[in-house]
């Protein structure tokens, strides 16, 4: 019972702290208007760079780094540290919990319409306090794939794609509990994140997406 209890309220809090979405109350503040009026229309760390400029954009990305890795870290602390329970011999498993929460909070954020941004960063952030190794594996690739191509959304829909096999092999070799059941939380994530860059994966087969740029509206 209290097994179930710890992941309902998990579930929920988590899905309820990630639907602050940073970018959406960082424009706010700052520009007095909404980032989903302009540019891509995500309220995103990308689209508030291209719009906004540098400034908006770095406080966006503290705010979107702290929010993932503060409900991991909270979730593990309560139900790991304090009330002593773990779920399938595997340590990982309530992170998940958290981590997948925070950004379905984020990409559907109850307090905004379920109008949110494509939950890329916070999906980083989140997955480095969950399991650094495979993140950092994942970043990497992102990292190529824009250096290369300069499509930030191309990066993210290719390195969430290997996040599955990434955690699966990763986990494996450092013989964890649950691989597979953490495996089903990074397609889950990936598949979500993906759905998320529809209209980005038609922009791109159409050749219509717009390049990384470092250019600002002022």
């Excluded at 520009?31 to 400029?53: C, E, F, Q």
């Excluded at 540290?81 to 998940?96: E, K, R, T």
Aim: glycine letters at 8%; a positive charge; one cysteine or more.
């Amino acid at each position: 019972m209290i097994e179930f209890l710890c992941i309902a309220v998990t579930a929920i809090a988590s899905y309820l702290f990630g639907s602050f979405n940073s970018a959406l109350i960082v424009c706010r503040l700052l520009k007095h208007d909404d980032i989903r009026n302009y540019g891509s229309k995500s309220a995103g760390l990308t689209n508030v760079l291209r719009v906004y400029g540098k400034v908006p954009a770095l406080i966006t990305l503290l705010c979107d780094l702290f929010k993932g890795v503060i409900a991991v870290v909270l979730a593990r602390f309560i139900v790991t540290d304090i009330l002593s329970v773990q779920f399938f011999g595997d340590s990982l498993f309530i992170g998940y919990v958290a981590g997948v929460c925070v950004v379905l909070g984020h990409v559907f954020p109850l307090y905004y319409g379920f109008k949110g941004g494509k939950g890329v960063l916070t999906a980083c952030t989140t997955m480095l306090a969950v399991d650094p190794v495979t993140t950092l594996l994942c970043l990497a690739v992102f990292i190529i794939i824009v250096s290369i191509t300069k499509y930030v959304s191309l990066g993210s829909i290719v390195s969430m794609t290997f996040c599955p096999f990434l955690t699966g092999i990763t986990q494996l070799l450092r013989g964890y509990d649950g691989v597979w059941i953490n495996v089903l939380f990074a397609v889950l994530l990936a598949v979500l994140i993906i759905y998320k860059h529809k209209a980005n994966i038609i922009r791109l087969k159409n050749h219509e997406e717009n390049k990384l740029s470092f250019k600002s509206k002022g």
